[in-house]
């Protein structure tokens, strides 16, 4: 049994003898003694993740260690800045006022994440929303529970070393068909949701990687089986399609065929006679429940070899690659999650871009090829939210507004759009120079008015010497 209740456990004392705090720095020191303890324990973290949901030690380092420090580390540098009192500019009507906008919380939210990221996706918006100022209620995925709420126990455990309430921080455990009890709740003013179509519009995937004529396919291939094959596909911002020009078609086919043999899968924690952890490209699956309807929409109602298998407790698939696969065929459209990869062919530009957008999903995208202002110009054609061009899934690393459009849709987290969803954005308007310049009402404007007539005429005037003056503008 592990435990998170002791400080020396957690390396947090060295937290308290950090600089002195300031108010406005609190909130800062909180996130440091988070950075603090994850480095320092990210062997155990590591460990914990991998046993729970059957991912390599790449993945966890990759996927869940970096990736949380970096979005620490942004929150640190930039999260103050983007809650910071916003001056808006107005109208030359109003150019006497002076308008602001403020962000204030949100009181209590929740988030409701999927088993993929384990340790990510309970810290990325339980930090998010203390940054902001709310409490908030996780409901971990039933998948990953044991792991999730270990991680919490972390946060719990900073919290109360620096002086707050842990209880600020609540996990909530429960089935599905339950969650009603948040996403129904009056208490609860936002929701972030991470997990698939089938659950909630939100996040849901099947992100293309468009390929365009004279690419280098040897060059890319290593960041082609990366976004398949990183934590076995069971990535919101994998790759699963690869759409590819015909003339180019059976040379990647090959390439990726050479190279998904050469995957070994196995479970990093098995013991070895050696004494050592064998090397493996892919761990085990989080469950086989959808094994069965990966293989249909694989073989298509040809009898073939079974691609998956259980072992210790595991479930195994195997590395797949479809070849040749119509735009509008099932398996193009439905959200696979597993470590397949789709090859779809097309003859020109318009044809990719319309086969891209055919697709019910439209969170990223994207674009290879050795000419960048054409990558740009297949970019904005695109029917999503978010584009890489010669990478993939790095906008979520450069903490840009995370999120998309159609089966994907519904709002956005990640960097300043995500962190001022989590508040309530408040307009003030004051007077620019109240000793000089307030507000008045004429008095053939001041009611009861008394001349109709009279009082039109004077607010013509006054529309037409205000649409002069903006005309000289």
């Not at 030359?92 to 308008?99: G, N, R």
């Not at 918006?125 to 919490?152: D, T, Y």
């Not at 070393?161 to 948040?182: M, N």
């Not at 064998?278 to 249909?296: H, P, Y």
Request: a negative charge.
């Amino acid at each position: 049994m592990l435990s998170t209740t002791k400080e020396e456990n957690l390396h947090l004392t060295s937290i308290l003898a950090d600089d002195a705090r300031s108010t406005e720095a609190k909130i800062k020191c909180v996130k440091n003694a988070e950075v603090k303890w994850l480095v320092e324990n990210q062997e155990l973290c590591t460990w914990i993740t991998c046993h729970d949901s059957g991912k390599t030690m790449v993945d966890v380092a990759l996927g869940e260690i970096l990736m949380t420090c970096s979005k620490l580390e942004w929150l640190n540098n930039h999260g103050e800045r983007a809650l910071r009192m916003e001056m808006r500019y107005s109208n030359l009507m109003m150019s006497y006022k002076k308008c602001q906008v403020i962000y204030k919380p949100k009181g209590v939210v929740s988030a409701i994440v999927s088993w993929n990221y384990s340790l990510h996706n309970a810290w990325s918006p339980i930090i998010a929303s203390i940054f902001a100022g709310n409490a908030v209620a996780l409901k971990a995925s039933e998948h990953v529970i044991w792991s999730m709420e270990w991680f919490v126990g972390a946060i719990h455990k900073c919290l109360e070393v620096l002086g707050y309430d842990a209880d600020i921080v609540q996990t909530v455990c429960c089935w599905p068909d339950q969650a009603e009890a948040l996403t129904k709740s009056p208490l609860i003013r936002h929701i972030t949701f991470i997990g698939s179509e089938e659950v909630g519009r939100k996040l849901g995937e099947k992100d293309p990687a468009i390929i365009l004529p004279d690419t280098d396919l040897q060059r890319w291939s290593s960041i082609w089986m990366c976004g398949i094959f990183q934590n076995l596909g069971q990535n919101c911002i994998g790759i699963e399609h690869l759409i590819v020009h015909s003339e180019h078609y059976d040379k990647l086919y090959n390439i990726l065929m050479d190279r998904v043999t050469k995957l070994h899968f196995w479970s990093v924690l098995a013991p070895t006679c050696e004494g050592y952890i064998d090397t493996m490209d892919c761990g085990s699956m989080i469950s086989n429940v959808w094994f069965d309807v990966l293989e249909e929409l694989v073989f298509q109602g040809r009898k073939m070899e079974l691609l998956h298998m259980s072992c210790e407790g595991k479930s195994y698939f195997q590395a797949t690659v479809v070849g040749d696969a119509k735009p509008n065929s099932r398996i193009a459209q439905v959200e696979l999650f597993a470590p397949i990869a789709l090859l779809i062919q097309y003859d020109d530009i318009d044809e990719v871009i319309t086969i891209a957008n055919g697709m019910q999903y439209g969170l990223g995208v994207s674009v290879f090829g050795p000419h960048q202002d054409l990558c740009i110009e297949v970019a904005k054609e695109l029917h999503c939210g978010m584009v890489s061009v010669n990478d993939f899934g790095v906008f979520y690393v450069s903490h840009l507004p995370f999120g998309g459009t159609k089966y994907s849709r519904y709002g956005r987290f990640s960097g300043t759009e995500g962190l001022r969803a989590l508040t309530n954005p408040k307009a003030i308007i004051t007077d620019r120079w109240p000793s000089f310049a307030q507000t008045s009402t004429p008095k053939v404007l001041d009611y009861s008015i008394h001349s109709l007539m009279r009082s039109c005429v004077v607010l013509c005037d006054g529309v037409g010497i205000y649409m002069s003056m903006y005309a000289l503008n």
